[in-house]
């Protein structure tokens, strides 16, 4: 079946420095891929998706881009701010599947 | 736009008691979700529905049941209350998920704490 696999947290960084949280995935066929992200307090929200191989998905700064070869979806921000401290999950959507399939989550804190 | 409301926010219970979540949205989507979210557990889906009148078990459904009586609403349930289901509960809705990039949206959660 399907399955998310990501980096394992927690992930502290200083402000401005450079963001990687890697995500790869097991699928059949060509699944969606996305990013989500929960806010201390909050329910988890679409940060960017990518629906095909080559695909870059981009918002708030934070790029990933769809690499079948790899079956890979690695997150990316070039400088990080406080207000990026959240959890995040990488999560594919795929043809015959009724439901959405998440990794475990990230945690980032970013120190000022 | 209220997309997916959850009620209650908080909650205690005592082992035994029982108590129904509410999940409503306001998207008209077809699929809705019930997950739990454990530290270092990530997500975990409990029941689904693909329509009204439709519910499926998830990935830990024992303890849970669910209905999906009306299209917006999914209610989740717990019977008889046990300390290992305090959580915190997601509720999530999607048009259908195979069509290409379908997104879920989801509510902003119920911490529930069972003593």
């Known amino acids: 079946g399907d399955s998310v696999t990501q980096m394992e947290g927690p992930v502290t960084l200083s402000e401005e420095a450079f963001l990687t949280i890697n995500c790869t995935y097991t699928?059949?066929?060509?699944?969606?891929l996305f990013w989500y992200v929960q806010y201390p307090g909050e329910g988890l929200q679409l940060l960017l998706k990518a629906t095909k191989a080559d695909d870059k998905g981009s918002n708030k700064g934070f790029e990933a881009t769809y690499r079948k070869e790899t079956t890979s979806f690695h997150l990316e921000k070039g400088s990080v701010q406080v207000s990026d401290s959240a959890v995040y999950f990488c999560?594919?959507?795929?043809?015959?599947?009724?439901?959405?399939?998440f990794g475990t989550g990230t945690r980032l804190t970013i120190i000022p | 736009n209220a997309g997916v409301t959850q009620t209650p926010k908080f909650r205690v219970l005592k082992t035994g008691q029982s108590m129904t979540l509410l999940c409503a949205q306001d998207?008209?989507?077809?699929?809705m979700y019930w997950y739990r979210q454990d530290p270092g557990m990530g997500l975990r889906l409990i029941h689904y529905?693909?329509?009204?009148?439709?519910?499926a078990k998830g990935e830990v459904p024992d303890g849970y049941n669910v209905s999906r009586l009306k299209k917006q609403n999914f209610l989740l349930g717990l019977e008889s209350a046990a300390p290992s289901q305090t959580s915190v509960y997601f509720c999530?809705?999607?048009?259908?998920?195979?069509?290409?990039?379908?997104?879920?949206?989801f509510g902003q959660g119920t911490r529930l704490t069972v003593v």
């Open positions: 998207m008209n989507h077809e699929y």
């Open positions: 699928a059949t066929g060509y699944p969606s």
């Open positions: 529905s693909v329509g009204e009148g439709t519910t």
């Open positions: 999530a809705s999607s048009e259908y998920p195979n069509r290409v990039g379908t997104e879920a949206f």
């Open positions: 999560a594919l959507s795929n043809f015959g599947n009724e439901k959405l399939t």
